[in-house]
């Protein structure tokens, strides 16, 4: 495992430290996805959403199967995106402006999180296949990718770190692959919490996000909140698995913070200035190169980042 990352390094370290003291990933009882919990002797300290896992993904724990680029819970976004666009959210966020938690596509073999073969007739569509096959380790056959035949050399090709849980699953068990996400120590969710207690930036920093990746899903629950001083908190977004659509339909009621009235102030001049930093081509060109993703999508991204930057310009508000 390489990587450049600092944030991620610490959290795939303590990943394997937790699994090193024999500690299974436990899926989570909320959400529609499989979401894992995994824990070392300090705590949870990731959370791991395997591709496969997805709604409308093919082995979905919550009854929810479909086959991959089935759509999902908001038109917009098929089944086997969620977890790029989980990583996406981060690596867009690389000045950690929006305090995404840091975010990997990785590769896990645990024996508590069996791989099954993902076979061709699992796949709605040729371009998913072809999506699917430059994020998955896997070599595609006439019938089925085979997901044991990789070996190391293609490995390094794609953009995810691997490891394992003890080395003696190496041949026993096929890689999961999904999002690891650095697990946040929060006093809870934003809907605890009165609105009064956050800061204008704080919350215009969400909407930031927000607009750039055009997430459908920011709802009270992936919103968390930390105290990080007598009366001052710190807001943390999570779930960005429903972003970067290919439609630009939003519902407001699905937009926590425009019932905010943070959300009608002007923006600080910080703000600002970030806003303008943005260079969409140069996000897209970066998206491209790690990962497919569909052209109606990163064309949705540029829409949404260009009027978020134009707003700001003539100094309109968010609500």
């Known amino acids: 495992m390489q990587t450049n990352d600092i944030k991620v390094e610490s959290c795939i370290r303590q990943v394997m430290e937790g699994f090193r003291q024999d500690i299974p990933p436990i899926l989570t009882t909320e959400g529609t996805s499989g979401a894992y919990v995994i824990k070392n002797d300090n705590g949870p300290v990731a959370v791991f959403k395997p591709i496969d896992e997805e709604p409308f993904a093919p082995h979905n724990p919550r009854d929810m199967q479909g086959l991959f680029g089935s759509e999902t819970c908001r038109a917009g976004v098929k089944s086997g995106e969620s977890t790029l666009r989980e990583v996406a959210a981060y690596l867009l966020d690389k000045e950690g402006f929006s305090g995404v938690p840091a975010t990997s596509l990785v590769e896990i073999r645990h024996e508590s999180l069996p791989a099954i073969q993902i076979t061709e007739d699992q796949v709605t569509s040729e371009e998913h296949l072809k999506l699917l096959s430059e994020v998955l380790p896997l070599k595609r056959s006439k019938k089925c990718f085979d997901m044991e035949s990789i070996s190391e050399e293609d490995a390094s090709e794609h953009s995810f770190s691997t490891f394992n849980s003890e080395e003696q699953y190496e041949q026993q068990a096929l890689p999961k692959v999904g999002s690891l996400q650095s697990f946040i120590k929060s006093e809870g969710p934003i809907e605890n919490f009165s609105s009064d207690l956050f800061s204008a930036d704080e919350i215009h920093k969400i909407a930031v996000l927000d607009m750039r990746i055009f997430n459908l899903d ?102």
């Not at 909140?225 to 339909?249: A, M």
């Not at 303008?276 to 790690?290: A, G, P, R």
């Not at 949404?304 to 930057?309: A, D, F, P």
Request: net charge neutral; hydrophobic share 40%.
């Open 218 to 319: 920011r709802n009270t629950d992936n919103i968390l909140v930390q105290k990080v001083g007598d009366n001052q908190f710190r807001l943390v977004p999570i779930d960005h698995g429903l972003s970067i659509p290919d439609t630009l339909e939003l519902n407001s009621y699905d937009i926590a913070w425009l019932g905010y009235s943070q959300a009608e102030q002007s923006f600080s001049q910080k703000t600002l200035d970030f806003i303008k930093s943005i260079d969409v081509n140069q996000d897209i060109n970066m998206l491209e190169s790690k990962f497919k993703m569909r052209p109606e999508c990163l064309r949705n991204m540029k829409i949404s980042t260009m009027l978020l930057q134009q707003a700001a310009a003539r100094g309109l508000t968010l609500a």
